[in-house]
C-alpha cells in the first residue's frame, strides 16, 4: 500500500472512540505519528494508542476537554514536544444531545457550542499558529457534517455548529493560505458510532436512515479514514476551502 502520510505527525481530537479513532489508526496505517486528545475514555485512549504503536508509529494520548481554551495549547504542545512537529491537524471532537427545540435547556445549547464550535476554533487557532511558526505548511480538516447543509428536528442546537465547522474552515482557509496550509472539512452522512447510539435504537428511525442512503447502509467510522488521509496527503495539495460529504449518498436522494 502507498502510504500517503509518511514521516507526517497528525493530532486528532476527540480521537478514543469513533470517527475520529478511525482517522488517527488510518494516519497511522499511512505511515504518520499520532497524537490524540480524548476527554474521559482513558480505556479507548490507551488502547487507540497501542493500536497506533502496532501500526510502527509512535502514539501519544492527552486527556483534556476541548471547550475549554487551554485544552488547545496543552495539546498542540504536548504533540509538539513529543513528536517536534505538528503537520496535519483533525478537529473531530463533538456532541449531539438530541432535544426538542421550544424547551432546549440554556446549558444544552452552550455546551453544544462549546465543545462543538469553541472548542475547534481554539484547537485549530493553536494548531495553525504551531505550523505557521514551524514554516513548512500544513493541512487541517474539520469534521463536520451532512447536518451543515440539511437541518434536523431534534438538532437545532448541533446543525449550527456543524454549519459553522463548515465555514470556519473556509475562512481558515483565506487566512492560513499564504502560510502554505490548507483547510478543508468532511460531511459525514449518519455513521453507526457513540454519538447516536441512543437515537438510532430506534429501530423504525434507524431503518429510515438508511433507505435514504443509495449505497444502502448506514455509515461506519472508518468510512471516514480513506477521505480524511485524502485531504491530509499530498494527493490534495491543490485543495483548500473545501467541503467533502462522505455520506453514501444520502444529501442528494430527494426521489
Ligand atoms: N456519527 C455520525 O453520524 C456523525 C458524526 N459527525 C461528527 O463526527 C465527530 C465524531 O463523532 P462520532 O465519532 O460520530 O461520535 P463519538 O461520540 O464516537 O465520538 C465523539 C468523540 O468526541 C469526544 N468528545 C466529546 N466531547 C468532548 C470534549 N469536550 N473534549 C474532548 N473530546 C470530546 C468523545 O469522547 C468521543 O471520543 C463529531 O464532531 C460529530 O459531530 C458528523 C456527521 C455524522
Ligand atoms: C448524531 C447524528 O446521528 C449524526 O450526526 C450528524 O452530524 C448527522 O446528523 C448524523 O445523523
Redesign the pocket.
Known sequence: MTRLLEGKTVLV??????????AAIGAARHGADVAI?????TA?AEAAVKEIEALGQRGLAVQ????DPE?ATAFVKAATDAFGKVDVFV??????PFHAFLDMPVETFERTM???LH?AYFMVQAAANQMVNQGHGGAIIA?????ALVGGEYQTH?TP??AG?HSLMQSTAIALGRHGIRCNSV??????????KDDLADQEKRDRMAARVPLGR??E?DD?AGPIVFLASDLAKYVTGASLLVDGGAYVNLQ
Do not use: E
Request: aromatic share 4%; glycine share 16%; with cysteine.
Open positions: 481530537t476527540g480521537a478514543s472512540a469513533g470517527i475520529g479513532r478511525a486528545n480524548f476527554s474521559r475514555d479507548g483534556g476537554d476541548v471547550s485544552t478537529n473531530n471532537a463533538g456532541i449531539c462549546r465543545v462543538n472548542g469534521v463536520s457534517s451532512i447536518s448541533y455548529t456543524k465547522l460531511l459525514p452522512g449518519t455513521i453507526l458510532t457513540d454519538i447516536n448506514l455509515g467510522p471516514l
